[in-house]
């Protein structure tokens, strides 16, 4: 099968980084166009990357040959999309939301369909934010999105924050099992990648912690109910519960977010054998589908008392599994555990290139 050529905006960020790394011999997709801001765009990929490259993993040779553009000049990727090298985008960008907002409209009405890790159109109405194994049939909107915008090719999908990743899919499968969530308290502990780079200062967060993120506690109370949500009208309406109230913290660890929840089901409550079982057992469609970038097993159970831990744990995998752990009864809801995710990966380019592998799968990015 020949591969689809495609785009990452904010190829030279922490995120972009991650997607041109996992991108490297992806069996279905070939980066062939690479932007970022006017500070890299001229410059080829290696030049715009030499001496802030994060990763151990390196990029592919043809990928450090590429120019960068300037990501604010869609036309650029729409004349690369002419010469068949950028089917659709992955966009990474880190810029103002009204700027995120106009930029990748301006990418979806020129034709390039955009999966976006930026937040700014996590709260459009008519945008699925999609987790491959809990709510991939919020793409089924793309039509109504396409329709109503008057877009022929282009559309936008979305991933959620980072930090809901570890405890949105051990929530689904227990609601999927009959015991959905009324109400949580999640502490998150996350990691400093999460700020991007070269993100928050070393004298802010070495032996230190940072109970602050902006506005990271707002996207953890309320993106789960749209993800939770169903389609109706064109448009996706939240879900009413769960119930949460979240702080969220940035601690000294490079990669790996970690959330301890406290959870109160809506009706019956299982045991704790039975949902450890429930973890260990689920599967979802990325699974079912065999999709490249899905992990063999989305929830990951450790029993030592100690675990999961970010260093130890973030990569299981290929870095996409939520690893869960530390699952006792909760003297004031009614259990409680411990989650973890790799932010950049699993929360970030792991789960967008997911998501696509979702998006082709369903015909829309053909
Ligand atoms: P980052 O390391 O700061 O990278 C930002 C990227 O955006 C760089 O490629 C940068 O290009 C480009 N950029 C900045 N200003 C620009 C402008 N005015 N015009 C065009 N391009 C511009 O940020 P990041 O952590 O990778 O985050 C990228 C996006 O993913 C953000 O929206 C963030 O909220 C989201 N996200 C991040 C994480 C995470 O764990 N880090 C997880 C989930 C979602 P230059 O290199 O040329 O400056």
Not at 315 to 326: N, Y
Request: net charge neutral; hydrophobic share 40%.
């Amino acid at each position: 099968m020949a591969k689809i050529p495609v785009g990452v905006l904010g190829a030279t960020g922490m995120v972009g980084q991650n997607y041109i790394a996992l991108l490297n011999n992806h069996p279905w997709f070939e980066v062939r166009f690479v932007a970022a801001s006017p500070r890299s765009a001229g410059k080829k990929y290696a030049q715009a990357v030499a001496g802030r490259w994060q990763l151990a993993e390196t990029y592919a040779p043809h990928v450090g040959e590429i120019m960068v553009e300037d990501a604010n000049d869609v036309s650029r990727a729409a004349a690369a999309q002419k010469r068949e090298d950028c089917a659709f985008v992955f966009s990474a960008l880190e810029m103002g939301k009204a700027e995120i907002l106009a930029l990748e409209d301006a990418y979806a009405a020129a034709g390039i369909p955009v999966i976006s890790n930026a937040s700014a159109n996590r709260w459009t109405a008519d945008v699925p934010v999609l987790i491959g194994e809990i709510n991939p049939h919020h793409a089924d909107i793309i039509p109504a999105q396409r329709k109503a915008r008057g877009w022929d090719r282009g559309f936008i999908a979305v991933k959620p924050n980072c930090s809901i990743q570890s405890y949105m899919t051990p929530l689904h499968a227990l609601a999927q099992a009959g015991y959905p969530a009324q109400r949580l308290i999640v502490t998150t502990m996350q990691a400093v990648s999460g700020a991007g780079y070269p993100g928050v200062p070393s004298l802010d967060i070495i032996d230190n912690v940072v109970p602050y993120i902006g506005g990271e506690e707002e996207k953890t109370e309320n993106e789960p109910l749209k993800i939770f949500g169903t389609i109706a009208d064109g448009v996706i309406q939240n879900a009413a519960l769960p119930k949460i109230s979240a702080a969220c913290n940035r601690v000294p660890v490079t990669d790996g977010h970690t959330a301890c929840v406290n959870l109160e089901f809506a009706g019956k409550k299982p045991s704790i054998d039975e949902i450890k079982e429930i973890w260990t057992s689920f599967r979802a469609l990325p699974q079912e589908l065999d999709l490249p970038t899905a992990p063999k097993q989305p929830i990951i159970y450790r029993e030592e008392d100690n675990r999961p831990q970010p260093r130890k744990d973030r990569d299981l995998d290929k870095a996409m599994a939520v690893v869960a752990g530390r699952l006792r009864p909760c003297n004031v809801f009614d259990i409680r555990f411990t989650a973890l995710s790799h932010n950049t990966v699993r929360g970030a380019a792991g789960g967008g290139i997911l998501n696509a592998e979702l998006l082709k799968h369903k015909g829309y990015l053909a």
